[in-house]
């Protein structure tokens, strides 16, 4: 049977950021993928190596719009981690705070999409409704609904206002409840589990060989969170559980991101009820930094963010090096995606939850001839869940 | 004994200087002995490879490996030392470690460090570049 090569991407208006896939399918099975970044490279490294440690928490903040607080939590890290510096324990809260609130509004911002990328626009609408009142908690904690400018070297940068707390409790009670029904909505829906069991299986071993990150390492039986590996901030002074599953398909990958959304809330009402109790200063003056190399980290809600720094005891970093997460988890795609359908290759490509883009509309090339078809990857993944939809409740 | 005490007395001679931090040991490794301490580090010590961060400085171009060992959230650095900074040339881990082929290729791409035994050495993020970026990150009066 002949090869036929789709590419998708690397632009499309309807998406915010670049990324090019070039799939290889026999027939309607995916035979190979490849992978090709870079098209929004804008040297934050070089950048960072010209600017003051504090500058470069503000320029690392703007290198993700949904992960705007990991990276700055993971810079300071890496800052901290050269002098050894200690944060005081309010302004640990605060972080783990800021950090997991993070988490719940990026985890609800996937799942809106892979509802839509599947068809089922109503868990769509209502993952990014639910999202408004966390941004809203943003708001009141930050005065922003994004790139919060939280984090300092020594701690944080503006403190939770006491009275806000019975505030913020209530819109967290609020989303508790929505998460719930969320989740048995998903969980008793047996169309979402015929259309996404068994799709997109990314391997135990694989999983290990491509050092994946994250939920979408948890979801393949891999235990490695920072928050219990290296618990920083006020990760070990709450209680909380990582959430492991076994089977690496996409049906797995949801499931671990909708229990780490309620594991979070956990996370969240604790830093919120110390936060009544625990006063005293919310950061360290740190005068200088030494000469030295640090290391910070932290569990995004994509999976592990690395900053790597090196001082020479001026104001500056020498060397700033910055690893995302999608950057180790993209190359899973060429493992997970290899034998499946056409119509399940955009909802795998999803579900590492990548910074990516331009899947819904592909350009079908036969050999080497010229453009012959388009193709829909969208629409063949939605009819794909309506086969199923007609299958299981009839047609 | 803890686990970088006993790891630094199971290398012995594979490894050089040693810099001992809270949960971080860096170490300096010869370039022959790169694949088997990353293999050790990889498949004995259940290490993830975190990344790799390439340096230049006056006398070397550097290739600094950060291996995590989640059990216990130490890391462990083995240092690379490039002396010919016209011809930077190091072992690959790629055929140890399939996750090292995008970080190695960004460092291909951005420092013009050749990885001996990669499979698809190829630029990854500056090609194609509308400005033609070539090893954009070393200095440029040592070129």
Same mark, same amino acid.
């Given at each position: ?119 089922? +626009? ?116 709450? +209680? ?8 690496? +398909? ?144 009839? *047609? | ?36 301490? *990353? ?86 993020? *500056? ?17």
């Amino acid at each position: 049977m002949s090869t036929n090569q789709i590419p998708v991407g690397p632009f499309h208006p309807l998406l915010e950021e670049a990324e090019y896939f070039n799939i290889k399918v026999e027939g309607e099975t995916v035979v190979d993928i490849e992978m090709d970044i870079g098209w929004m490279h804008r040297g934050h490294e070089f950048i960072s190596e010209q600017k003051t440690f504090t500058q470069s928490i503000f320029l690392v903040e703007r290198i993700c719009g949904i992960c705007s607080t990991s990276h700055p939590i993971a810079c300071v890290h890496a800052v901290e981690d050269i002098d050894n510096i200690d944060i005081p324990l309010r302004a640990r809260y605060i972080r783990t705070l800021i950090g997991e609130l993070e988490r719940i509004h990026s985890h609800l911002l996937w799942l809106g999409l892979a509802g839509h990328f599947i068809g089922y +626009d109503t868990l769509w609408m209502w993952a990014w409704k639910y999202r408004e009142p966390v941004l809203q908690m943003f708001e009141i904690i930050s005065g922003n609904r994004n790139h919060y400018g939280m984090m300092r070297v020594g701690g944080v940068a503006r403190d939770v206002d006491p009275d806000a707390l019975p505030a913020l409790l209530k819109i967290l009670d609020e989303i508790d409840a929505k998460m719930e029904m969320i989740a048995k909505a998903a969980n008793d829906d047996p169309v979402l589990k015929s259309r996404l069991k068994g799709v997109g299986v990314l391997s135990h071993r694989d999983a290990i060989d491509y050092c994946a990150v994250g939920p979408t390492a948890r979801a393949s039986g891999v235990k490695t969170d920072v928050r219990k590996d290296e618990p920083t901030d006020a990760y070990d002074l709450v +209680d909380f559980e990582v959430i492991v599953t076994q089977a690496g +398909d996409v049906y797995d990958k949801t499931v671990v991101r909708l229990l780490e959304i309620m594991e979070s809330s956990k996370i969240i009402r604790q830093c919120l009820e110390k936060l009544r109790s625990v006063s005293g200063p919310i950061v360290n003056n740190v005068k200088e930094i030494s000469p030295g190399e640090g290391i910070g980290r932290y569990e995004a809600p994509r999976g592990e963010v690395f900053h790597y720094m090196r001082s020479d005891g001026s104001n500056r970093p020498i060397r700033h090096k910055v690893r995302a997460p999608s950057f180790v988890n993209i190359p899973t795609f060429t493992a997970s995606c290899k034998g499946i359908p056409l119509a399940d290759a955009l909802i795998t490509l999803a579900s590492v939850d990548p910074c990516y883009c331009c899947t819904e509309r592909a350009i079908r090339v036969v050999g080497h001839a010229e453009q012959a078809e388009s193709i829909d990857l969208l629409r063949l993944s939605r009819e794909k869940t309506e086969r199923i939809r007609r299958t299981i409740h009839g *047609a | 004994m803890d686990k970088m005490d006993q790891f630094i007395v199971d290398m012995g001679d594979l490894i050089g200087k040693t810099v001992r931090k809270k949960k971080r040991l860096y170490f300096q490794v010869k370039q022959e002995n790169l694949r088997q301490v *990353a293999g050790i580090l990889f498949n004995r010590m259940k290490c993830r490879l975190s990344t790799a961060t390439a340096t230049e400085t006056f006398h070397h171009i550097e290739v600094l490996y950060h291996f995590s060992h989640d059990a216990t959230g130490d890391y462990f650095c083995p240092r690379i030392l490039i002396d010919d900074k016209k011809n930077p040339r190091v072992d690959s881990i790629a055929p140890v470690i399939k996750g090292a082929e995008w970080i190695e290729r960004e460092m291909f791409d951005f420092w013009g460090i050749d990885f001996v035994g990669h499979p698809h050495l190829q630029r990854l993020l *500056a090609k194609d570049h509308p400005q033609g970026l070539d090893q954009p990150l070393r200095f440029r009066r040592d070129r």
